[in-house]
C-alpha cells in the first residue's frame, strides 16, 4: 500500500549544494547573510537609479506617482510649483486686501 521500497540513494555525495536531502546547520545564519547581501545591492542599485531619473514631462499634480518621493527631480519641481503657488496667493490676498 505505499507504492513500494525506500528509493535508494547514495550514501555519501558531495555538491556544493549540499548533497542529498541537505539541510546545514547554519542554514538560518546563511540565509540572513545572504538577504541583508541582496537588499544592500538592491538598495545601492535603487540610490543610482534615482540619481540617474529624469523626466520630461512631469506627472499631473494630485496623480498618485510612486517615484514622486525618490526622484530629485520631481521632488525640486514640486517645491518650485508650491512656491509659485504660494506667491501667487500672496498677491492675490494683497490685491484683495488693498
Known sequence: MGGGPKVPYPKHVW???G???AQPANW???TAIIGTVMVGIVAVIWKISAEKEVRYVMPREGSFFPS??????LIEYEREQAAKKA????????IQNS
Not at 506667491?87 to 494683497?94: G, H, I, L, T, W
Open 19 to 21: 548533497g542529498w536531502y
Open 28 to 30: 538560518k545564519k546563511n
Open 68 to 73: 514622486r518621493y525618490w526622484s530629485r527631480q
Open 15 to 17: 555538491s556544493p549544494a
Open 87 to 94: 506667491k501667487e496667493s500672496a498677491q492675490v490676498e494683497a
